[in-house]
């Protein structure tokens, strides 16, 4: 997440106390659970999606879930953390919406649990922090990492119906989505801890939080759509040549 308000990130990060961290952390793990609660709740099979006579899908209402947001994180700015165990769900929520959005635009069905899956992946995959291990490791390794617990959780829940929610392995999903996810959460805290930032510049913060993830939905949906007309191994040389040339 890029620098705020002139301020380096990092050096406001420093100055979170740990009290202040674990509250992020335990936010960060509610606020996906909720989404998770709320995607399980929705899913069922599209009969349009399955259709060749569906039409083109239409564009992501981008602009309005940054507005949502916008607003969420004027109520952050102008209560700070307090706000946060309140707020963090509802912006989760929404963003999370906002990248289900753009799923669907790229041609996915997000009725799906797979695919609701990935929409939640997508919140996982946007700790782009140096220090990151991953971080240099290239966005298919990264993703293959996360697949993986996408794909045994899907299939569990394939295999034992929606009750199995409370399984091991949604539980371990959940918590390697948050591990990264919490690392974003801390950038937009560290930036709404500036004294007197105000609902203005709280609500500047959330837009720049959505936007880097609705950037990253885009990228990772966009990639596979082009599998599914290319195959993933093209894609895959592709996305690599360029990675080069860069």
Known sequence: MPSVVGAPIEKLMNRLPSAAQDKVDKA??????????VALRTIGKSALSDSLLAPPPDKPSNLMHKLAVATTGAAGGAFGLFA????LPVTT???FRSICDIARSEGEDVHRVETQFQCMMVLGMGNNKKSDNNADLGYFIVRGTLAQSVSRTANEI??????????????????AIASRFSVQVSEQVAAKSIPAIGAVLGAMVNTVFIDHFQQMA????????????YGASAVERAYQTIEVMR
């Open 158 to 175: 394939a295999a034992k119906g929606l009750g199995s929610h409370g399984s091991t392995a949604l539980l371990k999903f959940v918590q």
């Open 84 to 87: 946060l165990p309140v707020e």
């Open 28 to 37: 960060t793990q509610l606020a996906l659970k909720k989404c998770l609660q």
């Open 93 to 95: 929520t929404l963003m």
């Open 218 to 229: 885009h990228g990772h949906f966009t990639v596979r759509r082009l599998e599914r007309k």
